[in-house]
């Protein structure tokens, strides 16, 4: 799939089938994700996959507007090393670019994925982190539910030119 009808036609999906995703088109989102821009070339991201099917259907007890994990194949628990990059600020924005990323590839994989946030909400970060084990200098920042889509999401044109400024505002 082109880059630009990749971006295009990504859209959050919220149901899935039962069909396993395979190993390399796992590794080929986390690769993706890890190609991200990063200030000073720190990567400060680690993933979690998860596959279990209880350790999935717990994020949905754990976050809220999490719902769609219950369907879903598989979950990427994006988070963010402190210890790697100490300023919240650019932590949470090269997470969240890791997370563009992995939903561009699960796109042009023939996938279908949801951004689910846990960064900022206290409850969500606090649960996930005692449930997933996660160290205390790691903060969960974002959540991919993903698998086969079930669904047909519908695209329409974005573009807005009121939006775009040229030179002031």
Request: negative net charge; contains cysteine; charged residues 25%.
């Amino acid at each position: 799939m082109d880059t630009l009808e990749t971006i295009y036609n990504r859209r959050s999906i919220h149901k899935y089938t039962s069909e396993k995703i395979p190993e390399e088109k796992i590794e080929q989102i986390l690769k993706a994700a890890m190609y991200a821009p990063s200030a000073r070339n720190i990567q400060p991201w680690h993933f979690i996959v998860v596959d279990k099917r209880e350790s999935i259907d717990q994020i949905s007890k754990l976050s809220p507007h999490a719902e769609m994990m219950t369907e879903a194949m598989l979950a990427i628990i994006i988070c963010g090393d402190s210890n790697l990059d100490p300023n919240m600020d650019n932590l949470i924005m090269e997470c969240s670019a890791a997370t563009q990323n992995a939903l561009l590839a699960i796109q042009a994989l023939g996938l279908g994925g949801i951004w689910v946030s846990s960064y900022p909400i206290k409850e969500a970060i606090d649960g996930i982190r005692k449930y997933y084990e996660i160290p205390e200098n790691i903060v969960p920042v974002s959540i991919i539910a993903l698998g086969y889509p079930a669904e047909q999401a519908t695209t329409e044109d974005r573009y807005n030119k009121a939006r775009v400024h040229r030179n002031n505002w």
